[in-house]
């Protein structure tokens, strides 16, 4: 059904070249799911809080305080992957 014989030569072909285009693809989708991680934690944010004003009326500075503290929270932690994917990504170059 499969023949050995062509895996083996491409696992003997293994190169910096080859480990540099996952790293790549791995920072990309890296990147991508922080940037959709953070939407959904942002989001997420703003309806609690809204939420809560609606149900609260009186305690909405100190909801909406805590919102913004809690929503770049959530940018901050995404931000830092973000920023750890670019770096995989210049680590290695392709001309």
């Known amino acids: ?3 050995i014989i062509p895996l083996l030569m491409q696992g003997a072909a293994y190169t910096r ?14 990147a991508g ?11 997420q944010v703003g309806a ?7 149900r609260q009326p ?3 500075g100190k909801i909406q305080t805590a ?10 932690a995404g931000l830092i992957a973000i920023v750890i994917a670019f770096l995989i990504s210049m680590r290695f170059p392709f001309a």
């Open 1 to 3: 059904m499969f023949d």
């Open 17 to 30: 070249e080859y480990a540099g285009a996952w790293a790549l693809f791995g920072a990309a989708v890296g």
């Open 33 to 43: 799911l922080a940037v959709v991680g953070i939407g959904i934690g942002v989001g």
């Open 48 to 54: 609690r809080a809204v939420e809560a004003m609606a």
């Open 58 to 60: 009186e305690m909405a």
């Open 67 to 76: 919102a913004i503290l809690f929503a770049a929270l959530v940018e901050g």
